[in-house]
């Protein structure tokens, strides 16, 4: 079995869950990849992190199918060893963007189940086996942590996609949640919001955003990349803000910064 800590990766087909599990191989974690089906993007994903020098693992879980959670963890811990840094990358957004009037029953149930009840769920799934490995005994010294991305959205609102900012916002509460909690189990529990990160989920938008940076809606005048917000995930799993739990690290160029 591994000796290296095993890092959960949660939605690493593509974007910044690629970026993470790979900056988290090159900091000594063996990667678990998860997404919705398997696909040869996924696999493209496993195979650059074991060109790393790191073990890695594929499995198909949908988020939102709580009662996965345990049976999903249990998986990994038999193929890779368990897991000692869950991130929360797993996602997804509007169905359709528009007037928040139209918002649809079934475009907000999708943002709630996915982006918040089933973090919530594998966070708390998660926790509950620190608590028993913690109970083991004083040899279990395991530094472990949950790291969980969520979005400038949590805080901005942005009423085009308004289903998909509750969700966040619920999100960023869980996490503080959990921060508090699971501190006397030895998990610290940290948040990453990203801002305007170029991706394929975010390219249709490049245009009218990169313009509004270009005068000022962001104070680096850019859009993000997966590997920024990859760097910080890699700070926070490899135990480098110690004395620190709770902390929403922000990574969107001062967009939240207020400025005038």
């Known amino acids: 079995m591994s000796q290296r800590p095993i890092a959960l990766v949660t939605g690493g087909r593509r974007g910044i869950g690629r970026a993470i599990a790979l900056e988290l191989a090159d900091a000594g974690f063996d990667i678990a990849l998860t997404d919705m089906s398997a696909s040869d993007e996924l696999d493209s994903v496993c195979h650059a992190v074991r060109g790393r020098g790191a073990k890695a693992a594929t499995f198909v879980s949908d988020l939102a199918s709580i009662d996965t959670h345990e049976r999903l963890l249990q998986s990994i811990e038999d193929e890779l060893g368990a897991v000692t840094c869950l991130v929360n990358n797993a ?10 009037l139209d ?21 708390q799934a998660f926790g509950k086996r ?10 279990d010294s395991v530094t472990r942590s949950i790291i969980t991305i969520t979005s400038s959205n949590a805080v901005a609102a942005s009423i ?33 919001q990203p801002g305007f ?10 245009a009218r955003y990169g313009a509004l940076m270009e005068n000022g809606l962001t104070a680096i005048k850019r859009w993000g990349t997966p590997q920024e917000v990859a760097t910080v995930v890699r700070t926070l799993a490899t135990d480098c803000l110690p004395y620190s739990v709770g902390q929403a690290i922000r990574a969107d160029g001062g967009l939240l910064v207020h400025k005038y």
Do not use: H, W
Not at 130 to 139: E, F, N, T, V
């Open 160 to 192: 085009q996609r308004g289903e998909y900012c509750v969700s966040k916002a619920g999100l960023s509460m869980a996490t503080t949640l959990f921060s508090v909690r699971l501190a006397d189990v030895g998990v610290r529990v940290y948040e990453v």
């Open 91 to 100: 996602g997804v957004s509007v169905m359709s963007r528009g007037d928040l």
């Open 130 to 139: 620190a608590k028993k490995a913690m109970a083991a005994g004083p040899s």
């Open 197 to 206: 990160i170029e991706t394929e989920m975010t390219s249709p938008s490049k």
């Open 103 to 123: 918002v649809t029953p079934e475009s907000y149930d999708r943002c709630l189940d996915v982006n918040t009840r089933g973090t919530f769920f594998l966070m």
